[in-house]
């Protein structure tokens, strides 16, 4: 009886550890797309730069947790809702690291768009940046709180990026044809509406696993978020 009870309490322990470096990666790909956009905004390149560079943090922590999550299923064979944090935890890494990477592009383009006559200020992508980094930041909280409804809600608002999205092609591709020595920053800059496309798909990602987590259910497939939310 007491080593069964030795083993759950490491196990217990593992778990919030497992929880806690979560967050921190969630806290670090944060930054990383907070900075990344606003080097792009204020035309820092310094601070472009150091974004960049900061993306092994968030391939290292991701390798972390993936092997503290093989280390909890070999060691403890979890179920329930054990087995569903860690399951969870495995896709939450690789959507976080893929929004860490588009952190990346995103910097990278603020280099480039830097070397040139600025062009940002004509368009509002800020929108779609806020919009985005509110889904990332909203999807986490989600996930820290155990919060299958706020999960829920949020997954609407991908549709809100795509329709920026779309309207912001729209509209570069229009500037672009009547201005075509614009077209290699335009391009930049759809670039960075797509990889912003992309971050909100990845926050989604994260609020259904947390619905997972919370509710042992899959809402990924559902025809409308009422169904989710039954």
Excluded: W
Excluded at 2 to 18: I, Q, S, V
Excluded at 60 to 77: G, H, S, T, W
Excluded at 121 to 127: R, V, Y
Excluded at 152 to 158: A, N, T, V
């Amino acid at each position: 009886m007491e080593a069964g009870l030795h083993t759950y309490r490491h196990m217990d322990e593992d778990l919030t550890t497992l929880h806690e470096q979560l967050v921190q990666m969630g806290e670090l790909v944060q930054r990383q797309l907070t900075d990344a956009l606003r080097a792009l905004v204020e035309r820092d390149a310094e601070l472009a730069r150091r974004t960049i560079e900061r993306d092994d943090g968030v391939d290292y922590k991701e390798v972390e947790i993936d092997d503290l999550c093989i280390r909890l299923l070999a060691r403890y064979q979890p179920t329930a809702r054990d087995l569903r944090l860690i399951t969870t935890g495995l896709k939450i890494t690789t959507d976080l690291e893929r929004i860490g990477d588009l952190a990346v592009n995103i910097g990278e383009c603020a280099l480039r768009l830097i070397a040139e006559p600025p062009l940002l200020e004509l368009f509002d992508i800020s929108a779609m940046g806020r919009l985005a980094q509110r889904m990332v930041r909203e999807s986490l909280e989600a996930f820290v709180r155990a919060d299958a409804a706020l999960a829920i809600g949020l997954c609407g608002q991908d549709d809100e990026v795509d329709a920026l999205d779309h309207q912001l092609f729209r509209i570069l591709y229009t500037f672009m044809a009547e201005k075509p020595e614009t077209i290699s920053r335009v391009i930049q800059l759809l670039f960075v509406a797509s990889c912003l496309e992309r971050v909100a798909d990845h926050a989604t990602n994260i609020a259904e696993m947390v619905v997972y987590l919370v509710r042992g259910k899959s809402i990924r497939h559902l025809a409308s978020l009422s169904d989710a939310a039954a």
